[in-house]
């Protein structure tokens, strides 16, 4: 073979690669069923926060950690435990979304990334 031909070779095999790795890794949003089904994997979940069920916060083993429930976009409600304080606002929240991996009975979240209502009324926008 020529070293063009190797050269471009190697090419595709590279591109293919990125390609097969790009799709693998594009983040949707799941829901807490899939979540479940498959322990220890990380998904990103959007929901809403239950604000009906209760929320602690409270230190274990010198770790301050938040529980909270949250309905996924199927309807599904699941216990949150994220290690961390609460959000500011939190409360206060439109959606919720979790980064994190279903273990031991509920979801663990790593992250947390909350949509809050917006901080100005149309009659109190800055000009």
């Known amino acids: 073979m020529k070293k063009s ?12 690669g990125f390609i097969i790795s790009f799709v693998y890794n ?13 322990p220890g994997r990380q998904f990103h ?8 069920r209760p929320v602690e916060e409270r230190v274990v083993n010198n770790t301050l950690t938040l529980t909270f429930y949250m309905a996924d976009r199927d309807g599904h409600t699941e216990e949150v435990l994220y290690f961390g304080p609460k959000p500011r606002d939190f409360s ?11 273990e031991g009975g509920r ?14 009324t149309p009659d109190e926008t800055p000009s």
């Open 26 to 38: 594009a983040d949707t949003y799941s829901v807490f069923a899939e979540a479940r089904d498959n």
């Open 45 to 52: 979940i959007i929901g809403s926060l239950q604000r009906d």
């Open 5 to 16: 031909q190797i050269a471009g070779l190697v090419f595709v095999v590279i591109a293919v």
């Open 92 to 102: 206060l929240s439109d959606e919720v979304v979790l980064i994190g991996s279903y």
């Open 107 to 120: 979801f663990v979240a790593s992250s947390l990334l909350l949509k809050c209502p917006s901080k100005y």
